[in-house]
């Protein structure tokens, strides 16, 4: 009934008969546990909490005070002191029912890819957008800062990957129009069998061999969300703590701490082997991971682009060139596999309703001349005005 031993019976038996009713008590009551945290704990760790790691989930402020203060304390614990402080409170968030979608089972099958646009540097410097890829098999994890969302930081990026990690097979991402082009083919187009266009990176993806996927919504691509979600707390509070100022401090410390981080939470692929492909050499990825138009070369031998003239220094005997806008900011133009060598026309020649009267030539700028009553060119109008009116010419 009592649910303990008959030899724990007998022991109680003796020390009533020995202490009395006071032999009931068990031993620790009263006396402090072997585990009990050092005086003045609690408060120390709170006052770093509040001046240091205000804003720190209870997991993430453990590690800290773990890596950088030498105090060691559970999650729960800390849970705890911080909810008796109202300084952390639960929050569970409902969520729609959606059908799970399993990993892949090699290691470059798909890559996920999206920007997050975030305060990263909590006004220390300025905002920024994360350009973040995560291998689908087993959680790789790679990114780096950029100032905007677009096609030449989706380039850069892709091809730093690419330089790390090689080609992966497919890519996973969202109809941004960096990804994916708003262009429509036209009746007569799509009679005429014309494909789709084509985005800028989709193009460039299409030339390397890889297939993009666009997902219909964020939760599709959530791996690359929760990574997003994650870093927005644990890599902010990491920078805070560093005094990161500028983009390029940024880039730096995002580098090491994302190589941390993927060996702590990446996940071994079902299957073995990696299927990125080697990549190109950075000459051939630069042709490709770059900006290219078409335009008519004149007959003067010169290109308009971007409210620009430039001068095509090269015979050649093609209507059209290519024009390659690289990442690094240089601009290159191309007919066939040919480089060609050009200049920019600095000044270009004004048409004459484009002057103003005070830019003229002074001989141009000087008052009209009035002819005198008897120059040779009024009789001659004169002689011809009163013939039409029929007077005979002897009477002028």
């Known amino acids: 009934m009592l649910g303990i031993s008959v030899r724990q019976v007998k022991r109680w038996v003796k020390r009533v008969r020995k202490e009395g009713e006071e032999g009931i008590i068990h031993r620790l009551r009263g006396r402090s ?113 950029y100032d905007y969302e677009g096609t030449l930081p989706a380039m850069d990026s892709f091809k730093r990957y690419i330089v790390n990690y090689g080609i992966p097979q497919s890519i996973y991402l969202d109809k941004h129009k960096t990804y994916k082009s708003d262009g429509e083919l036209t009746v007569e187009e799509e009679l005429a069998g014309k494909e789709k266009p084509l985005s800028q990176f989709e193009r460039a993806c299409k030339e390397l061999g ?96 971007e409210n620009k003239l430039y001068q095509v220094l090269d015979t050649v005997r093609a209507k059209k060139i290519r024009i390659e806008e690289r990442v690094d900011g240089t601009m290159r133009l191309y007919t066939g596999e040919k480089r060609l060598k050009f200049k920019e026309i600095v000044e270009r020649p004004r048409r004459r309703e484009e002057i103003k009267r005070s830019e003229w030539p002074l001989e141009l700028r000087k008052k009209k001349r009035i002819p005198s009553e008897d120059h040779p060119w009024r009789r001659w109008n004169l002689r011809n005005s009163n013939s039409r009116v029929g007077l005979p010419l002897g009477s002028i």
Request: aromatic residues 10%; glycine residues 8%; hydrophobic residues 35%.
């Open 33 to 145: 546990s072997n585990h009990k945290f050092e005086t003045g704990l609690k408060e120390r760790v709170m006052g770093l909490y509040e001046k240091k790691y205000s804003g720190f989930g209870p997991t993430l402020a453990c590690e800290k005070l773990q890596e950088l203060e030498g105090i060691c304390l559970s999650e729960e614990t800390l849970r705890r002191w911080l909810s008796s402080l109202h300084e952390w409170e639960w929050k569970r968030k409902g969520r729609e029912h959606r059908e799970w979608r399993e990993r892949k089972g090699h290691l470059g099958e798909m890559t996920q890819m999206d920007g997050s646009h975030h305060d990263w540097l909590e006004g220390r410097g300025p905002w920024l957008v994360l350009m973040g890829y995560i291998d689908d098999a087993t959680g790789q994890v790679y990114g780096r800062f």
């Open 210 to 305: 890889v297939v993009v996927i666009h997902a219909n919504s964020p939760q599709a691509k959530g791996r690359i969300e929760r990574l997003f979600r994650t870093l927005q707390d644990r890599l902010v509070k990491a920078m805070r703590l560093e005094g990161i100022k500028s983009k390029e401090e940024a880039n730096l410390f995002l580098t090491r701490y994302l190589l941390h981080y993927s060996e702590r939470f990446r996940v071994l692929a079902r299957e073995m082997g990696d299927l990125h492909q080697k990549a190109p050499s950075i000459v051939a990825l630069d042709r490709i991971l770059c900006i290219q138009n078409e335009r008519v070369l004149r007959n003067d031998w010169t290109v308009a682009h």
